[in-house]
C-alpha cells in the first residue's frame, strides 16, 4: 500500500473514498462538517435518520455523494470528543480500514489526522494511521491455496494535515511504513508451522534481510560452534530435535563505529512441546508461536535498515526445537551454561531460559550500552497481566523507564514487575547453582531472576510477551509485538 500527504478539501478530494470523523452524539469532525456543508446538509441528514450516531468504531460508507468530487465517503464513529484519546483514535483508524479495504476503493483519503487527540501530535497521528491501517488489511493467507483477501483492495491511503504539518506527514510516512513492514515481518514468521519455519529457516531469513543493507552484517554459529563457546545449556535443550540450532546474530552498523550498540535477544523455539515434560495436547499447536520473541528482532531489524537510524544496533537469536527424544534432557539433568554455571534442569518446558542465558553471555563480547532480550516465557506472564501488557523486568530503573515511554508512545504496552533479590532463594538447588524453576508461586518474575544470574555485566531488561505475542481462537495469529515498542525505544534513543 502507498502512503501520500494530502492538503485538500474534503469535497474537492478526486479518489474513490474520504474518510471523515463522526463524534457521538452525531457531532460532525472539522472535516465532516466542511463536507457537509457543501454538500448542502448530507451527512447532517443521514445522521438525523439514525443510520450512525458515532459510536467509536462504528463506519458509514455513502455512494456517491451528490456535491462533492469522491466516489464514496466513509464516516467512522470516534466517540466522545472529551474522550477521544490515543486508543480510541487508533479504533477509529482500523474500523475504517477494514471498511475501505472491503468497498472496492482502490484509493482514499482520511482525514482522520487531522482531529484532536488528547496528548498527540500530527507526527504520532499520521504514523498511527499507517501502522494500524497496514496491520486492519493484513492477511495470513499465503500458504492457503485460496487466498482471502479483498478482490478490489485498498492500494493507495492519503493522509491529509495542514499545509504546516506537510513535513512531518512525510516522516511519519517514512517511519510508519518502516515499522509496519517489521511488525508484518514479524507476524508472518510467527504465524508460519513448525515445519517450515524451523532454526535454519530463520537463519536464512535474517541472511536474506543482510542481503539488503550494507550495514547489516549478519553470521550464524552452528552447534559445533556453541559447543566450542560451551553454550551447554542451549545445546541441552536442542538434544531432542533433529533440526539442528542455530544462533543468529544481526550487526546493524549506523552508528559511530566506537558507539556501544542496542541488544536485542529474542528467543527462536520454533516448536515448543514441552520436550519431556510435555505439554498438554489442547492447544499444542500454538506452540509454533514460541519463537515470537525471535520474530520480533527479525521485525525490528528490518525497521532498522528501512529508517537507516542512526545507531548502533545488534540483534542475537538462540533458535532452536524443544522435543521429546531417547536423547533430549531430562528432568534432573544438571547443564553447564557458556558462564559456567550449572543449572538442574527440573522442568524440561522450562527451555526458554536455557537458551536465552547462554545467548545473554555470548551478548557481552558486543560491549553493549543496554540489552534486552524478548520472550514468550511463562504463561504465568499471561495470568498476571493477561494479552494487554507485556511483563518488563530490569535491572536498570532508567532503561525501564524508557522503554515503558516507549511502549506507551506506540500503543506497545509494558508493565514493570519486580526484580527483587527476595525471589532468588525460590531458583536454589541441592545439586547445582540454581535450577530452572522457581515454583508455582512469581513465576515471571522468578524466570527473569534466573535470566538476571547472566546478565550481571551490563544494564539489562527483560520483556515476557508470552501474553501478548499472538492471538487465540477465532482471531488466532501472531500480533508482530512488541516490534513497536522496541522500535520506538531505538527511536527515542537517536532523539534522546
Known amino acids: 500500500m502507498k502512503f501520500t500527504v494530502k492538503n485538500e478539501k474534503p469535497a474537492s478530494v478526486k479518489s474513490g473514498c474520504v474518510v471523515l470523523g463522526v463524534f457521538e452524539k452525531r457531532k460532525l469532525s472539522d472535516a465532516a462538517a466542511r463536507f457537509d456543508k457543501t454538500t448542502r446538509g448530507l451527512l447532517t441528514k443521514l445522521l438525523h435518520d439514525g443510520e450512525m450516531d458515532g459510536s467509536c468504531g462504528q463506519t458509514l460508507l455513502v455512494h456517491y455523494p451528490r456535491g462533492a468530487a469522491c466516489e464514496r465517503v466513509l464516516l467512522v464513529g470516534c466517540g466522545k470528543p472529551r474522550a477521544f484519546n490515543d486508543r480510541n483514535y487508533s479504533k477509529a483508524v482500523a474500523s475504517a480500514a477494514q471498511a475501505v479495504n472491503t468497498s472496492g476503493a482502490t484509493d482514499a483519503v482520511s482525514f482522520l489526522a487531522e482531529l484532536d487527540v488528547t496528548n498527540r501530535d500530527v507526527y504520532w497521528k499520521a504514523r498511527t494511521l499507517i501502522e494500524g491501517t497496514r496491520a486492519a488489511v493484513f492477511t495470513a493467507d499465503e500458504l492457503k491455496s485460496k487466498k482471502t483477501r479483498a478482490q478490489r483492495p485498498l492500494r493507495r491511503l492519503g493522509i491529509n494535515v495542514t499545509a504546516g504539518d506537510r513535513k512531518v506527514a512525510h516522516q511519519a510516512i517514512t517511519d510508519g511504513e518502516a515499522i509496519a513492514a517489521g511488525v508484518e515481518l514479524a507476524r508472518s514468521l510467527g504465524n508460519l508451522p513448525g515445519n517450515i519455519c524451523t532454526p535454519s529457516y530463520l537463519a536464512d531469513q535474517a541472511r536474506e534481510l543482510g542481503k539488503r543493507s550494507d550495514r547489516l552484517k549478519v553470521s550464524v554459529m552452528d552447534e559445533a560452534g556453541m559447543k566450542k563457546l560451551g553454550m551447554g545449556s542451549l545445546l541441552s535443550v536442542a538434544r531432542g530435535s533433529r533440526e539442528p540450532a542455530r544462533l543468529i546474530s544481526m550487526e546493524y552498523n549506523g552508528g559511530a563505529s566506537d558507539a556501544k550498540p542496542v541488544v536485542l535477544v529474542g528467543k527462536g523455539v520454533t516448536f515448543d512441546s514441552g520436550g519431556i515434560s510435555i505439554k498438554p495436547g489442547a492447544a499444542m499447536d500454538e506452540m509454533k508461536f514460541d519463537m515470537c520473541g525471535a520474530a520480533s528482532v527479525l521485525g525490528t531489524m528490518e525497521a532498522c535498515v528501512a529508517m537507516q537510524l542512526p545507531l548502533n544496533v545488534v540483534g542475537v537469536i538462540p533458535a532452536t526445537e524443544n522435543l521429546p527424544d531417547g536423547n533430549a534432557s531430562k528432568p534432573g539433568d544438571i547443564v553447564t551454561s557458556m558462564s559456567g554455571q550449572t543449572i538442574e534442569v527440573l522442568n524440561t518446558d522450562a527451555e526458554g531460559r536455557l537458551i536465552l542465558c547462554d545467548a545473554l553471555t555470548y551478548c557481552e563480547k558486543f ?110 495469529g501472531a500480533t508482530g509485538r512488541p516490534v513497536a515498542l522496541l522500535t520506538q525505544y531505538l527511536l527515542d534513543r537517536c532523539a534522546g
Open 367 to 476: 560491549k553493549p550500552a543496554v540489552v534486552i532480550d524478548i520472550a514468550t516465557l511463562t504463561g504465568a506472564c499471561v495470568i498476571a497481566l493477561g494479552a494487554h501488557a507485556a511483563g518488563l523486568l530490569s535491572n536498570n530503573d532508567v532503561l525501564a523507564e524508557a522503554l515503558l515511554a516507549a511502549g506507551e508512545t506506540a500503543g506497545d504496552r509494558a508493565w514493570r514487575m519486580p526484580l527483587w533479590d527476595d525471589y532468588q532463594p525460590q531458583l536454589d538447588s541441592n545439586f547445582a547453582d540454581m535450577a530452572n524453576i522457581g515454583g508455582r508461586e512469581a513465576g515471571t518474575i522468578t524466570a527473569a531472576c534466573f535470566l538476571s544470574r547472566f546478565t550481571g555485566n551490563y544494564d539489562w531488561a527483560h520483556l515476557d510477551i508470552a501474553g501478548v505475542a499472538w492471538k487465540g481462537g477465532k482471531e488466532k
